[in-house]
């Protein structure tokens, strides 16, 4: 069995709905790491004629959907304040991700901490870690994990995970994130918290996200990668350059970009 599982996480794929697992399997790659969607149009994946669709595809281009995100925390975060509408929207998203994942057979859930729900103040983390807490209970006995996506060193991580006291909680390591948005070394990071790590999204640019393809940007992305390998880590890598988005699109045709992607992590992480 190989080391290493290749997917991309859907909102970098150049195609929407149904034909996102053909674009993976025709672009080389196994899997598909979902998200459960907004709360705005009623999270597109809980509905069950959804998930039967998107399972039928999996099945049909033999694609596996090893993770679910409740990408929407970033339009309404884990941070807002006690008693709020908006946290009980947060918490619902939550909730709605990890009972689609459960109906899916998907194991793993990611919480980011972006936008709307960066962790800014002690507060902030705080309100966070009850959320996360409370994600963690309720998953553990549908035996499904917690990935949580931030830009955390790792002393402020350790101190988070004591916060949440669960077993059940991991992260997803992202090679651009820490420097864009911390200017730490993302290869540090990596070696720092690479037994937490249930995943991998990869990436590149410089000063901004997903400008370059993988190796060509300023992220050191060979550097961290070496230092993947060196590691004990086996599981999930996913692409998550933004292929038919601007400024990477403008570099050519976003599904041969995918594939020169795929491509380099094929030959990166062999």
């Avoid at 884990?78 to 939550?94: D, F, H, L, N, Y």
């Avoid at 901490?113 to 959320?131: M, N, P, Q, V």
Wanted: a negative charge; glycine letters at 8%.
């Amino acid at each position: 069995m190989a080391r290493y599982q290749m997917g991309i996480v859907e909102w970098a794929l150049p195609a929407e709905g149904r034909y996102g697992c053909r674009v993976a399997h025709e672009a080389g790659l196994q899997g598909i790491q979902l998200n459960i969607g907004s709360y705005a149009t009623g999270y597109h994946l809980s509905y069950k004629e959804m998930q039967k669709m998107y399972l039928e595809e999996a099945q049909k281009w033999e694609i596996e959907y090893p993770s679910l995100a409740v990408n929407c925390l970033c339009d309404i975060g884990m941070t807002k304040p006690e008693g709020s509408k908006e946290r009980e929207i947060a918490k619902q998203s939550i909730r709605t991700g990890i009972n689609a994942a459960e109906q899916m057979g998907i194991p793993l859930v990611m919480l980011p901490s972006f936008h709307d729900g960066y962790i800014e103040t002690e507060e902030d983390k705080r309100l966070t870690a009850e959320c996360v807490k409370e994600a963690c209970c309720y998953a553990y006995d549908k035996k499904i994990e917690i990935a949580l996506e931030n830009v955390m060193n790792p002393e402020e991580y350790f101190e988070f995970k004591e916060m949440v006291g669960m077993g059940n909680l991991k992260l997803i390591y992202d090679n651009q994130n820490y420097s864009v948005c911390k200017g730490y070394d993302d290869t540090k990071i990596y070696r720092e918290l690479k037994g937490e790590v249930a995943a991998i999204h990869v990436k590149d640019g410089y000063t901004e996200m997903s400008t370059h393809l993988l190796g060509e940007g300023g992220c050191r992305f060979y550097e961290t990668a070496e230092e993947i390998n060196k590691s004990d880590y086996t599981g999930w890598i996913f692409a998550e350059n933004y292929f038919d988005q601007l400024p990477l699109r403008g570099l050519g045709d976003p599904y041969d970009l995918l594939k020169r992607d795929v491509t380099t992590m094929k030959k990166v992480f062999a």
